[in-house]
C-alpha cells in the first residue's frame, strides 16, 4: 500500500512541474536566468517519472523488471546530481553573477566527478547502489555513495550559499528589501536538505524531490512576485 503513496505524490510533483514548465515557457525572456531555471525543472521532471517507474517495478518479477528497475536506477542516480548542478547555476546566474571560465572549470570538473560515479554504477553493481537478483533495489556499501551525495549536496549548498552571500551584501548596503528577499531564498534552498536527511533516515522514504518541486515552485513564486513588483 505505501508503494502506491509515494506513486500518488510523485505524480502530484511531475504535474506541478508540468505546468511550471508550461507557464514558465511564456516568460523564459523575462524571468531571470529562465533557460537554467526550466533545464533544472526538466530534469527533476525526468527524475520523478524514473521515481514512479521505480516503485512501479521495484520486487517484481515479471520479465525484464529487473532490467528497467537498474535502468530507471541509472537514470535517477544520473540526473540527480545534473540538477542539483544546473541549481546551483541558477541560483549564481539569477542573483546577477557572471560565470567565468575559472569558475565554469571548477564547476565542470566536480559535475563530471558525480556523472562519472554514476556511470560506473552502471556497469558496477553495488557501487551507489544494488538491484538484488530478485529484483529488489538497496543502497550500495563503501565510500562511494556518500561521496556521490556529498557532490549533490554541495550542489545545493552552492545555491544556499549564494543567497547568504546576497543577505550579508545586502545588510552593508542597508538594502532591508533585498535582504529580505536572500533571507526568503535561503529557508527556500534549505527545503531539500530536510528532504534528503528524511530520506536517509528512513530507507526508501522518495522525500528527495518532492521538498525540491516545493522549493522550486517557491523559488518561481517569488521571482514572479518581485518581477510584478517592478511593473
Do not use: H
Not at 502530484?12 to 536566468?33: C, D, I, M, Q, Y
Not at 544520473?78 to 569558475?103: E, H, P, V
Not at 549536496?153 to 536572500?182: H, I, N, P, Q, S
Amino acid at each position: 500500500m505505501g508503494q502506491y503513496i509515494y506513486i500518488e505524490l510523485n505524480i502530484f510533483a511531475a504535474t506541478v512541474t508540468v505546468v511550471l514548465l508550461f507557464v514558465l515557457g511564456k516568460k523564459k525572456e523575462s524571468f531571470p536566468a529562465g533557460e537554467l531555471f526550466a533545464a533544472v525543472l526538466s530534469a527533476v521532471l525526468a527524475i520523478l517519472v524514473c521515481d514512479i517507474v521505480y516503485w512501479l517495478v521495484d520486487g517484481k518479477t515479471f520479465f525484464g523488471a529487473r532490467k528497467i528497475n537498474c535502468a530507471v536506477n541509472f537514470l535517477y542516480f544520473l540526473l540527480q546530481n545534473i540538477a542539483c548542478s544546473l541549481f546551483g547555476l541558477f541560483c549564481f546566474k539569477a542573483t546577477g553573477r557572471k560565470i567565468t571560465a575559472g569558475f565554469s572549470a571548477m564547476y565542470f570538473i566536480l559535475a563530471a566527478f558525480s556523472v562519472a560515479l554514476s556511470v560506473a554504477s552502471l556497469v558496477s553493481n553495488g557501487l551507489l547502489y544494488t538491484v538484488t537478483p530478485d529484483n529488489v533495489y538497496m543502497w550500495g556499501t563503501g565510500i562511494w555513495y556518500p561521496l556521490y551525495l556529498a557532490c549533490a549536496m554541495g550542489f545545493l549548498a552552492f545555491g544556499t550559499g549564494v543567497y547568504v552571500v546576497e543577505a550579508v551584501t545586502a545588510r552593508k548596503r542597508g538594502d532591508a528589501a533585498a535582504r529580505r528577499d536572500a533571507r526568503y531564498m535561503i529557508v527556500v534552498t534549505i527545503i531539500p536538505f530536510i528532504g534528503t536527511a528524511i530520506q536517509i533516515t528512513f530507507f526508501k522514504l522518495t522525500t528527495i524531490w518532492i521538498c525540491g518541486v516545493l522549493t522550486l515552485l517557491l523559488i518561481y513564486s517569488k521571482i514572479q512576485a518581485q518581477l510584478a513588483c517592478r511593473m
